[in-house]
DNA sequence: TGTATTTTTTTTGTCGACAAGATGCCGACG
DNA sequence: CGTCGGCATCTTGTCGACAAAAAAAATACA
């Protein structure tokens, strides 16, 4: 079979070949193309990527620190798991997230933060038009990133990257159900929390901060009770 | 010089190695025993713990990745600085966690939480008897992480648990200005936090972790208020 | 035929060695 | 006298190979 990771023995320069295996797999962990408790051969991975073991086993070190792999001693790392039964644990975590990062942009934002919020925001609705839920997952992710970033608390910035990281992950699972209905609704919640943002209106952020992450939560919940069934194994 | 840690060629059961690096590099950092921007030296750590690079340098990554550490591609990875800059950031974000793993604990708790947590503030009056200031430190980041535990969000423990050793390793920094008059209101608040929890009163449980952190926030500030000539380079 | 035990195989964890990149030193030149 | 370029040394990043541990397979025995 022909892959784009090709096995050919390509150059690269010293360094790269970590970041390289890391992206690939972080890309693959969260699309999905690795589905959760996927085994991660890392012979396999050297041979694909022509190269050592070394730089593959670091690159999975650092993922199981993001606590996207898991590392079973002296057997394989295995994609991890998303912890089903402790979803409100993530909900209410992200809820908190939304509300603090998008106060803190109210606070803290400089003039360029606008601009590279806005062009997430486009992104987005390019996503919505063309109704690519997997761009819309994507697109909303980079936007709320890019919010916290305005923010400047690395700590609540980092927490959130890996909480939308996993919230990628969710939707990905029920994306068969995606509801492209209420896109429309997101995308001015979007502009409505950006005009807080931009006045500076901290009270008016958190509200809708709180409101929009009550949103996403309610429409993941829904989807979890509709598609029930194929989450439970037989 | 005669160290703990010796060179002798001990014999290591498979896998201990790792992590035995990453506890000592771990805890020498957060007791600036390494300082902030201390170099670290692969080759003289495999000798000292008579020990390849390899599981030396798994350690720092995963070191890295809880931003402990700071590797310079192709240079010295050396001991993360302490950002004093951006300070605020930090009392921010620890002010809320602070709350938010009360309230939890308040409302989640079960049986067995309590008396892991009554164990830990007796940990701490033995500490502030003892008027031991640096295990007054490590003893009230257990106490917190045990409430964090009983709060069962692993986001929010995780995070907490880094914020509180980057208190720890900011703590002792200005150890000796370390006021041991406090301490008694410490254990005081800590009781009243316990009662709260125990009564599953959230309310009053974020009140006094609210207080609790202005508390320590507060006397952090103090601190470098008063030593600000030490933390400026000439 | 089913189970326990031994053997084989597969995969991980560790090691020693080599090559790329960077820092510091030394000499040459302006 | 100061600055620039080349050389030596040191550290890191990567590699191939070996050993330990677990899983899988094969065999012996009841």
Chains 1, 2 share one sequence.
Do not use: W
Request: proline share 4%; hydrophobic share 45%.
């Amino acid at each position: 079979m022909k892959d784009k990771t090709d096995g050919a023995p390509v150059e690269r320069r010293r360094g790269e070949g970590v970041k390289l295996v890391y992206d690939i797999l972080r890309d693959e962990i969260l699309d999905l193309v690795l589905p959760p408790g996927s085994p991660i051969d890392e012979i396999q991975l050297a041979e694909r990527l022509s190269m050592s073991r070394t730089p593959i086993r670091e690159a999975l070190v650092r993922l199981a620190g993001e606590g996207l792999v898991t590392t079973l001693p002296n057997r394989s790392t295995v994609v991890s798991n998303v912890d089903f039964l402790n979803l409100h644990t993530f909900f209410d975590a992200m809820t908190l997230m939304y509300r603090v990062t998008t106060r803190l942009a109210a606070e803290h934002h400089r003039p360029g933060d606008l601009a590279a919020i806005r062009a997430r925001q486009a992104d987005f609705a390019a996503a919505v038009a063309a109704e690519d839920a997997l761009a819309m997952i994507a697109t909303n992710r980079d936007f709320h990133a890019t919010i916290a970033e305005a923010g400047r608390n690395p700590y609540y910035l980092a927490l959130f990257c890996r909480l939308l990281d996993e919230g990628r992950r969710i939707l990905r699972i029920y994306y068969s159900s995606f509801d492209d209905r209420l896109p429309a609704r997101y995308a001015d919640e979007h502009d409505a929390i950006i005009e807080a943002i931009a006045t500076r209106d901290v009270a008016a952020a958190d509200r809708l901060a709180t409101a929009h992450a009550d949103q996403i939560v309610h429409q993941i919940q829904q989807m979890i009770a509709r598609d029930r069934r194929q989450t439970v194994p037989l």
